[in-house]
């Protein structure tokens, strides 16, 4: 269950991320009039069991039944973990393909929530979700080469991010009047570390996941060029951020 909507005066419109049909929406009548009915299953991100009837020439199904699997409603009661949740819920609607199988896509969702709810670093957890993201979907830059000449880059050459084109050198920098941050020992071993580790593994790199760094940069930044828009929902992290001196997303 990745949102719901509010439409008419009982209904809701409800957003899946299924493992055998991509991105699912739907309605869910008188959802909200009958609690009974859908139970706890509208709550963001709980994983259930849905059943629902394609209506033709209507881009939106009838949802017929949800059932519970499991809730993650609990971890959410922290503010600063509902907010990581909500970012991953919008780049997972944004992302994932109407009708298409995602059965890697679904799974990396079930795993970064896993690793929240064991305590990993939730920083960690979406530069994860992100790096993840971008690999499943054939968007991650290529990182051993410049995204300016294609010239294939040494591991201790300067590289600096660039928002769609990835790494580039540091001659195109100067050939091209380019800008921005420069990929750190830190920041190197932490995508390193993504391509082959769980989330759950990966505590030790909280210095390279947090926000304003260049792995955000490139990871967040690759993203939102691909969907063309600003995502929401870090804005309100980053708000959320700012005004807590404490909390478990590390403000």
């Known amino acids: ?36 009915r859908f139970g706890g299953t509208l709550e963001p991100l709980s994983e259930v069991h849905a059943r629902w009837s394609e209506r033709e020439g209507h881009e939106l199904h009838r949802i017929d039944a949800l059932e519970l699997i499991r809730s993650h409603s609990a971890m959410q009661s922290d ?46 957890a979406l530069r994860y979700f992100e790096y993840w993201t971008l690999r499943l979907h054939g968007l991650l830059p290529d990182l051993s080469a410049c995204g300016g000449c294609g010239r294939a880059m040494s591991g201790g050459e300067r590289a600096v991010v660039s928002v769609g084109r990835g790494l580039v050198c540091a001659r ?32 030790d790199c909280g210095r390279a996941a947090r926000p304003g760094g260049v792995v ?35 403000a």
């Open 79 to 124: 503010p600063g973990l509902q907010a990581i949740c909500a970012v991953l819920s919008e780049v997972a609607t944004s992302v994932a393909r109407e009708a298409q199988a995602d059965p890697q896509g679904f799974r990396l969702m079930g795993a970064v929530l896993e690793a929240l709810e064991s305590g990993t670093d939730p920083w960690v």
């Open 216 to 250: 955000e940069e490139l990871l967040r930044g690759t993203l939102e060029a691909f969907v063309e828009r600003t995502f929401r929902t870090y804005r309100h992290l980053a708000v959320l951020r700012r005004s807590s001196s404490s909390g478990s997303t590390g």
């Open 1 to 36: 269950m990745l949102r719901t909507h509010e439409i008419g005066e009982a209904d809701l419109i409800v957003t899946l991320l299924c493992e055998r049909a991509g991105r699912v929406r739907g309605v869910a009548r008188a959802a909200r009039k009958s609690r009974r």
């Open 172 to 203: 195109c920098c100067g050939d091209h009047g380019v800008s921005g941050k420069a990929l750190g020992p830190a920041d190197l071993e932490f995508l390193d570390r993504a391509a082959r580790s769980r989330p759950e593994a990966m505590n």
